[in-house]
């Protein structure tokens, strides 16, 4: 059975940073490329980044460039995203989703909420 | 980036009947390879995202019958036969052609 589990999230003030992990199983995550997809409280969904499963390309949504970045460690089938600099409008849930050849995201975790507030 | 518009925001419907979903991409979503990079969601409520349909009209793994999708480069159609309790939440559709990946902004089925 595929799982993704993401974790790390939690309350933090502006301007501070976090990481979260998503943890996959059931799958051969080396084969998977990766996706973080948010979504704020009460809002639609918003891609924001995403990794070929070498790790060879990342993509990122104008709105984190140069704030966040993706990595994967594919000996610990673990997914990541660094978040610097953490905006109020950063607050939403962040899922992590797989896919494969094709960019279309075919399966999501449960996400993990960040709150970004003074 | 491309920008998908969904409608109606929502639609209430007795159970039994029928619900249509319209998406509209700003782009043809018609790669030369013949694919059309157009697949639709469903967020139950307090649940992520469940992949309903991938390229216009392929049901996804374990989805019901009832869900079909139709339509070709710019506009596209979710239809849901003979709905049921279970079929509440907001369906996205999202366009994959190009990064970045962008959705349209939801329709709520709700129950009559």
């Known amino acids: 059975e595929v799982q993704l589990v993401e974790s790390g999230g939690g309350l933090v003030k502006p301007g501070s940073s976090l990481k979260l992990s998503c943890v996959a199983s059931?799958?051969?995550?080396?084969?998977?490329?990766m996706h973080w997809i948010r979504q704020a409280p009460k809002k639609g969904l918003e891609w924001i980044a995403l990794i070929y499963y070498d790790s060879s390309n990342k993509y990122y949504a104008d709105s984190v460039k140069g704030r966040f970045t993706i990595s994967r460690d594919n000996s610990k089938n673990t997914l990541y995203l660094e978040m610097n600099s953490l905006r109020s409008e950063d607050t939403a849930m962040y899922y992590c989703a797989k896919y494969y050849g094709l960019l279309l995201p075919d399966y999501w975790g449960q996400g993990v909420m960040v709150t970004v507030s003074s | 980036d491309i920008m998908m518009t969904q409608s109606p925001l929502s639609v209430a419907v007795t159970p039994g009947e029928s619900a249509s979903i319209s998406c509209r991409s700003s782009?043809?979503?018609?790669?030369?390879?013949?694919?059309?990079?157009l697949s639709w969601y469903l967020q139950r409520p307090e649940k992520s995202p469940q992949l309903l349909i991938y390229q216009i009209s392929n049901l996804a793994s374990g989805v019901s019958g009832r869900f079909s999708g139709s339509g070709s480069g710019t506009d596209f159609t979710l239809k849901i036969s003979r709905v049921e309790t279970e079929d509440v939440g907001i369906y996205y559709c999202?366009?994959?052609?190009?990064?970045?990946?962008?959705f349209g902004s939801g329709t709520k089925l709700e129950i009559k």
């Open positions: 999202v366009q994959f052609l190009e990064v970045p990946l962008t």
């Open positions: 782009k043809s979503l018609l790669h030369s390879n013949g694919i059309t990079y």
């Open positions: 059931g799958f051969t995550f080396s084969s998977y490329g």
